[in-house]
T-cell receptor, first 116, second 114 residues
Framework: AQTVTQSQPEMSVQEAETVTLSCTYD???????LFWYKQPPSRQMILVIR??????QNATENRFSVNFQKAAKSFSLKISDSQLGDTAMYFC?????????????FGAGTRLTVKP | EAQVTQNPRYLITVTGKKLTVTCSQN?????MSWYRQDPGLGLRQIYY???????DKGDVPEGYKVSRKEKRNFPLILESPSPNQTSLYFC?????????????FGDGTRLSIL
């Protein structure tokens, strides 16, 4: 079974600075997807970024980028120029490809606070 | 607007009183699923459905039922709720199983079972 580990339960960063959230996963699969979801206080689950394991290039979405290290099974999220609106719970998730279930395995989450 | 709608958003009830949390999506998605979110555990899948009349258990199905009579609706039923089912619940949908299809989540339902 796949497991996803987020080793930082809480983190904080000053506004405008850069922060990196870590995620590691355990799988024997070679083909899969990785995701970062953001959950603000409103409780919505918002997709931030996704990475396909067969792509070596790290995904980027504006201020959000990932450092995908397939051999190390690591998938960290870097947030540049942090904004107050980035304050949220962040979940790392794994989905096997192909998967009959679309089941996403989530980490326990990292609570990020951006301080003014 | 494309969305997944859950109701209610909050519910406090008592042990043993049957309840249903509704989920509806307007994107004609084939795949729908239910998760529960608990502190320190992230989200865990309860049940999923790959299409109408096709449902299956996820990781934590005990104490829950689902049905998929129509494509757009996927209600979660707690026949006899217990306090250990107090949690934050999310319904999610995606176009179909497999592939690079991220799931769209509802806004969550916070259930408290006393």
């Amino acid at each position: 079974a796949q497991t996803v580990t987020q080793s930082q339960p809480e983190m904080s960063v000053q506004e405008a600075e850069t922060v990196t959230l870590s995620c590691t996963y355990d799988t024997s699969e070679s083909n899969y997807y990785l995701f970062w979801y953001k959950q603000p206080p409103s409780r919505q689950m918002i997709l931030v970024i996704r990475q396909e394991a067969y792509k070596q290039q790290n995904a980027t979405e504006n201020r959000f980028s990932v450092n995908f290290q397939k051999a190390a099974k690591s998938f960290s999220l870097k947030i540049s120029d942090s904004q107050l609106g980035d304050t949220a719970m962040y979940f790392c998730a794994f989905m096997k490809r192909p998967d009959n279930n679309n089941d996403m395995r989530f980490g326990a989450g990292t609570r990020l606070t951006v301080k003014p | 607007e494309a969305q997944v709608t859950q109701n209610p958003r909050y519910l406090i009830t008592v042990t043993g009183k049957k309840l249903t949390v509704t989920c509806s999506q307007n994107m004609n998605h084939e795949y729908m699923s239910w998760y529960r979110q608990d502190p320190g555990l992230g989200l865990r899948q309860i049940y999923y459905s790959m299409n109408v009349e096709v449902t299956d258990k996820g990781d934590v199905p005990e104490g829950y039922k689902v049905s998929r009579k129509e494509k757009r609706n996927f209600p979660l039923i707690l026949e006899s709720p217990s306090p250990n089912q107090t949690s934050l619940y999310f319904c999610a949908s995606s176009i179909r199983q497999g592939g690079n299809q991220p799931q769209h989540f509802g806004d969550g339902t916070r259930l408290s079972i006393l």
